[in-house]
Nanobody, 122 residues
Framework: QVQLMESGGGLVQAGGSLRLSCAASGTWFSINAMGWYRQAPENQRELVAAIPRGGGANYADSVKGRFTISRDNAKNAVYLQMNNLKPEDTAVYYC????????????????WGQGTQVTVSS
């Protein structure tokens, strides 16, 4: 099982920056893709950015050029640097990981963190 713990959310003015961190703990065979999703009130959860174990990130169009996702495989961690924040970025941000539990089991399991609130004031 994988446990994900996020940190780094908060309140910031428009144009400001925040950095989210997520650390994985527990047991696994491998952690493959890691990413960040967000959910604003009355909206569906949406992908913000994701990065496979070997790199090569993809981003939602709404955050391209402003957000940067990175990961440290040695620390089993993923980060989201958010610059030039806008009020529409306000949401609960969730860390996500796809993990294989055993070497002989190719199935990937999805894990979620508890979420961290990001609020951008205008």
């Amino acid at each position: 099982q994988v446990q994900l713990m996020e940190s780094g959310g908060g309140l910031v003015q428009a144009g400001g920056s925040l950095r989210l961190s997520c650390a994985a703990s527990g047991t696994w065979f491998s952690i493959n893709a890691m990413g960040w999703y967000r959910q604003a009130p009355e909206n569906q959860r949406e992908l913000v950015a994701a990065i496979p174990r070997g790199g090569g990130a993809n981003y939602a169009d709404s955050v391209k050029g402003r957000f940067t996702i990175s990961r440290d495989n040695a620390k089993n961690a993923v980060y989201l640097q958010m610059n030039n924040l806008k009020p529409e970025d306000t949401a609960v941000y969730y860390c996500n990981a796809l993990s294989r539990r055993r070497s002989w089991d190719a199935k990937e399991y999805t894990y979620w963190g508890q979420g961290t609130q990001v609020t951008v004031s205008s």
